[in-house]
Every structure is written in C-alpha cells, then in structure tokens.
C-alpha cells in the first residue's frame, strides 16, 4: 500500500515521438536536466508496430543544441538500451521498456536506432518520455 506521493516529485515530459518508416536513427527532443537532480527515467512505448528493431540510444551534452554529444556510457545507465528495445516479441506483449540514468551533462535526449524497418507500413510511434524529479520539490 502506497504510503509516499510520488506524483508530486515527478514532471513527465515529451522525449521522443516519431513514425519510423526506414533504418535510420531519428533524434527525439533535448532536455535540460538543470533543476533535476533527483533522476531521470525514460519509458518507451510503441503504440503501432510493423516491422524491425528499434534501439534507443540515450546521449549527453553540456550544449543545449547536442554540439559534442557523447552517448551516456553504460556505467551511468539503469538498465540497458538493449534491454528497452522495441520488436516483435516486445511489441505482441505490450511491455514498456525503461532505462534511468545518472547523467554527467546538463542536456540528455534519447535517439532510436531503428534495423529491418520496411517502407510499406507504419513502424511505431514512440512515445519516450523522460520522468524527471525536480529536486527542489523532492518530499519524503
């Protein structure tokens, strides 16, 4: 029995929402994690599903436009990015993968790495969002 709020300590916001079509990596949006020191977590969701493998890989930069991204290395990682791929045996079972990350840059933005993509039908749509914990609001 939940006996904490956890709601209050969490500000979901938009990572990543894309139809991929194709093999090809697409960016999902940057996010500026100055005022959140209490944690991110990324959960993915593909709410229609085609073909192929879709692997999000999840980077960092001190700039807020990515100049001089590096992808946050696995050590900084809750989970893996292999673990919260999205694909066939994933998509039938409706899991929704997540990682968190101990970040060492202010900026973080997921991108997906889509692999046997086809052309002719609608891939995904992801659905990243990063859930944040702003740690001025942290309650116990």
């Known amino acids: 029995m939940p006996t ?8 979901p916001k938009l990572a990543f929402n894309a139809i991929i079509t194709t093999d090809t990596t697409t960016n999902g949006a940057i996010i500026d994690t100055a005022d959140f020191d209490g944690g991110v977590v990324f959960n993915f969701l593909c709410t229609v599903y085609g073909a192929g493998t879709y692997t999000p890989i999840l980077e960092e930069s001190d700039d ?3 100049s001089g991204a ?71």
Not at 4 to 11: E, F, G, H, K, V
């Open 4 to 11: 904490q709020d956890i709601r209050s300590n969490l500000l």
């Open 64 to 66: 807020s436009g990515m």
């Open 70 to 140: 590096n992808n946050i290395a696995d050590a900084n990682l809750i989970g893996t990015e292999a673990g919260a791929a999205i694909s066939a045996v994933t998509a039938s079972g409706a899991n929704l993968g997540s990682i968190g990350i101990f970040g060492t840059k202010r900026y973080v933005r997921v991108k997906i790495l889509s692999a046997t993509a086809t052309t002719t039908t609608i891939v995904c749509t992801f659905n990243g969002v990063p859930e944040i914990m702003p740690s001025a609001s942290l309650s116990a």
